[in-house]
Every structure is written in structure tokens, then in C-alpha cells.
């Protein structure tokens, strides 16, 4: 039996494509829903129940008693035996870790949740950090409900990588997601125009703890919209706030594109043709030179502002990889 922990709509698409490659059988999915209306119309938009043997559902809130709750659903399932393959899109969470503690789990599979595969090999899993957590009310209660805490969990043994970036790891087998099985589901085409409107790629935590405040980035968008002829299409961020969203639907020359799927699809689905795609250290810029190898694609950088160590990795990264840059 196989175990898929998938939190977002991103993660979906590569636990299909990872299906796919590793030819698993007997999969049970533990999907979390989403916690934006947005997010949930892409979710109910590419969920299809039929992919799966078993599919457990559970929400964001109140961790403490539905993760348990998800976990002995599991335990119902596998019937004691043990879990063949333990796929997921984030290595440092903690309901990972729970899920990880609780089961004799024969192999994981870590696959991407955008761009933190890249920061997360570099620091913890190439490091071999060991996870900490430790919160006494709540480990008492995980017991309660029959679960293990995960005060203390050492690196994974057996782990693998499927990931659509092109890194290299002397600690761990990495294997390549080219999403070959989601290309061929949609016979995707070639959607590059050079007549056609620029695409934006709006981006994540805007106005929250840690982001970009509201004021800077719809400044940056408005200012970048001013100096393309060709008028641009902006693709909000799943997490996209309605402040945020009213501000940037009123600025000149831009279009404002409401998707109902991850980018990847939504431009195939929609037929969007772009002349060239711009982001800032966006996953969709990535899967974006594995569609459409022929569009071209930019990174926005500011002169203005100080990278986290975290952003500076992806920048380079992104560099590295071809995707040139452009100050803003």
C-alpha cells in the first residue's frame, strides 16, 4: 500500500505524475482540503476520486484532532502492514512528520510543492537536520487520540526526490517529473505569440508576515504594466487577497486573468496565448520552460530590496537554469 500526503492543487499534479512514474498500486490519498475559495475551486476542478484506491480528506483546522483522526483511517486501511511508499510535497512539515512517526514506512518520496524542493534539499536534507517539535498540551492530546508525537524525528532513511528542477545531490537519488503523462492527458500546444500579451504571474504572501506589503507590489505590477505595448495578463497567486486583487484589477494596461486551475493547465485549457511569461521566483516560470520551451521567460528582481538567503538560492538557481533577469 502506498500513502499520498497532498496539500495543494500543485502538489496534486505531481502526486498524478509520480503515480504514474514509480507505477504504484493500492494508493490511498490523504488530501488536505484547501483553505481559499480559490484554491478549492482548482482543487474540485483536477480532484478525480476514480485516480484512487482509498481517498481520506481532512481540514486545516484543529490539526491536532483531524491529523490523528486521517492517521487511524489509514491504519484501518493497511491493516497493520506496512507502507510500501510514502509520497509528499513538504519534507519539513509537521503533519508530514506525524504521518512519517506513526507507520513502518518502507520508502519516501519527497515531490515538489513549488520551489521549496530547492532550499529544502540544500538545508535539511543534504545537512541531516534532525526535525524538533515539542508542545506539551498538544502531545498529550496526539496521544489521546492515539498518535505518536513527533518531538524528535531523525532524517529519513530510504528518501528520494521526484522533482521537476534539474538538481543534482550526492545524498540522495533524485529522479526527474517532466510531467510526460500530464502533457500527453491534454495534448498541450504551443500557446508563444509574439503579438500576443505578456503574461505576470502574481505573486504568494503579499501583506503577509515576511512578504511584500500591498502598497510595494501593486506599485511594482502597476509600474511594469506602464512599460510593455502589448498590455499584460496577470495570473493572481491562489492566496491572493481581495484588497490585493481590487488594487491590481484597477491598474491600466493589464488584464486581470481569474484562473480555475494551476497556471500549468489553465493555459492549455484556455488556450492563452502569451508573448513571453515574467514572475518572481515563481514555480509556474519553471514548469512554464517545460510546456513551452520556446517562450520566453523572465524573472523580475529589484535593485531596491535585500533577498533572503532562501530567495537569493532560487534567483541563482533560476539563473542557472536559463531563465534570464530583469530588474524592476
Known amino acids: ?13 505531481c502526486a498524478l505524475e509520480a503515480k504514474k512514474h514509480y507505477k504504484t498500486k493500492n494508493n490511498v490519498l490523504f488530501l488536505v482540503d484547501q483553505s481559499s ?3 478549492l475551486e482548482q482543487q474540485e476542478k483536477i480532484f478525480n476520486p476514480r485516480e484512487w484506491n482509498y481517498v481520506i480528506t481532512t481540514t ?60 529544502e ?30 518531538t524528535k524525528s531523525l532524517p529519513r532513511e530510504n528518501l528520494e526526490l521526484f522533482t521537476i528542477f534539474d538538481l543534482n545531490s550526492s545524498t540522495v537519488n533524485i529522479e526527474r517529473n517532466t510531467f510526460s503523462h500530464l502533457k500527453a492527458h491534454y495534448n498541450h500546444s504551443d500557446l508563444f505569440s509574439e503579438h500576443a500579451p505578456i503574461g505576470f504571474i502574481g505573486q504568494g504572501a503579499v501583506g503577509h508576515k515576511g512578504g511584500q506589503s500591498v502598497s510595494s507590489y501593486v506599485e511594482r505590477v502597476s509600474r511594469f504594466a506602464k512599460s510593455t505595448k502589448n498590455g499584460i495578463t496577470y495570473f493572481p497567486h491562489r492566496t491572493e487577497s481581495h484588497d490585493v486583487a481590487k488594487a491590481i484589477a484597477n491598474i491600466e494596461n493589464l488584464t486581470y486573468h481569474r484562473s480555475t486551475l494551476p497556471l500549468e493547465l489553465e493555459l492549455i485549457e484556455k488556450k492563452i496565448q502569451l508573448s513571453c511569461l515574467y514572475g518572481m521566483n515563481s514555480t509556474a516560470q519553471y514548469t512554464a520552460k517545460l510546456f ?13 530590496e535585500n533577498l533572503s538567503p532562501r530567495n537569493e538560492r532560487i534567483r541563482l538557481f533560476y539563473k542557472e537554469s536559463g531563465i534570464e533577469e530583469m530588474l524592476i
Open 1 to 13: 500500500m502506498n500513502v499520498f500526503l497532498v496539500t495543494s492543487p500543485f502538489q496534486y499534479l
Open 292 to 304: 513551452y520551451p520556446d517562450m520566453p521567460i523572465y524573472n523580475l528582481i529589484s535593485d531596491k
Open 60 to 119: 486545516r483546522k484543529n490539526r491536532t484532532i483531524n491529523i490523528p483522526k486521517a492517521i487511524k483511517k489509514i491504519k484501518d486501511i493497511i491493516k497493520g502492514e506496512q507502507i510500501d511508499t510514502f509520497f509528499y510535497g513538504e519534507y519539513n512539515a509537521w503533519r508530514t512528520k506525524l504521518v512519517a512517526e506513526n507507520f513502518c514506512i518502507k520508502k519516501d518520496v519527497y515531490f515538489d510543492d513549488g520551489t521549496l524542493t530547492i532550499n
Open 121 to 150: 534539499l540544500r538545508e535539511f536534507i543534504e545537512t541531516k537536520k534532525t526535525y524538533s517539535r515539542s508542545r506539551l498540551l498538544q502531545d498529550i492530546l496526539l496521544k489521546l487520540y492515539g498518535c505518536k508525537p513527533t
Open 37 to 39: 475559495t480559490r484554491g
